[in-house]
């Protein structure tokens, strides 16, 4: 989320934009710095989701590759290492991917509003519907990391400031669409799988933020349900 820097404006919270954080393996073994031999306890799930031969061994191939998907999405260290943080990643991915061209299958997002953008906090995804027609979506967001987490319920876009910069951070917020305090919709420069997650903002590629701004104004509804992994 983000405060509003606006003459004579209210700060309305903090920012969504929170730098990654180095992340711990649990009880993960001392490593090289360049890539581990070290055979990580999800290694067999994390082969198949890269379609490398599943053998449940480490190899100098398989810590390349897994290397780069933890580069990729900033998660730290990426030495390559099959731990818990990337196969939870690659787990959520493969749930995301699961849900196809019906979010809503479920029937949590309200379907009596109009047009409602829906934010489901479990999968990480957001989607714009009107009544129970899909408008635009499902799209992968990165929500409020633990402690921050992005607040439930329905709300109101009630703000929109396109070029909108926190001046708490000092970072560029762009698209950003107010709807719950100093939580908004805007677009950030990082992976949507990137960990831990914001301070409260729902986080969009720069494309899906833009889409969101073509598509709501103020007054539309905002409906937040589930509870984001690890929070």
Not at 143 to 169: A, C, P, Q
Request: proline share 6%.
């Amino acid at each position: 989320m983000g405060d509003i820097r606006r003459r004579g404006a209210v700060v309305l919270g903090i920012t969504g934009l929170v730098a990654p954080l180095t992340l711990v393996l649990g009880s993960t073994p001392a490593m090289a710095a360049s890539c581990t031999t070290q055979t990580g306890p999800y290694q067999k799930q994390v082969e198949k989701f890269l379609g490398r031969p599943v053998d449940g061994k480490q190899s100098v191939a398989d810590c390349k590759a897994i290397r780069s998907f933890q580069t990729k999405h900033g998660i730290t260290p990426n030495i390559g290492y099959a731990g818990s943080v990337t196969w939870g990643v690659m787990d959520l991915m493969n749930k995301q991917k699961a849900v196809g061209n019906k979010p809503n299958k479920d029937g949590k997002c309200p379907t009596n509003k109009g047009r409602i953008a829906c934010v489901n906090l479990t999968l990480q995804i957001s989607w714009i519907q009107d009544g129970s027609r899909l408008v635009y979506g499902p799209v992968p967001v990165r929500t409020g990391r633990n402690g921050y987490e992005t607040r439930t319920g329905l709300k109101k876009i009630y703000w929109r400031d396109i070029d909108h910069v926190s001046n708490i951070y000092n970072v560029p917020m762009p698209y950003s669409q107010f709807f719950d305090g100093g939580q908004a919709f805007h677009s950030v420069n990082l992976s949507m799988w990137n960990p831990p997650g914001s301070h409260g903002c729902v986080n969009m590629t720069p494309a899906t933020a833009k889409k969101y701004w073509s598509l709501l104004k103020n007054g539309d509804d905002v409906f937040v349900y589930g509870r984001k992994p690890g929070t």
